[in-house]
């Protein structure tokens, strides 16, 4: 990853890179690997992950079927 620092403005650029960094996972993937996680408590959290999804998707259909 390549940040260009622009103007000597440093600043700028730690706030881009932040930005990558966020949108591209990298804090929650450093948060998940903090400590060790057995095979049953990652099916739980994707699980839970998958039903959040579907659950969002879900209003987000209800919603756009009910402004027609």
Excluded: T
């Amino acid at each position: 990853m390549q940040i260009m620092v622009r103007d000597n403005n440093v600043d700028q650029a730690l706030r881009a890179l932040k930005k990558k960094l966020q949108r591209e996972g990298v804090y929650r993937e450093m948060k998940l690997r903090r400590h060790y996680e057995k095979p049953s408590e990652k099916r739980a959290r994707e699980k839970a992950a998958a039903v959040r999804r579907a659950r969002k998707m879900e209003r987000k259909v209800a919603e756009r079927d009910g402004l027609k």
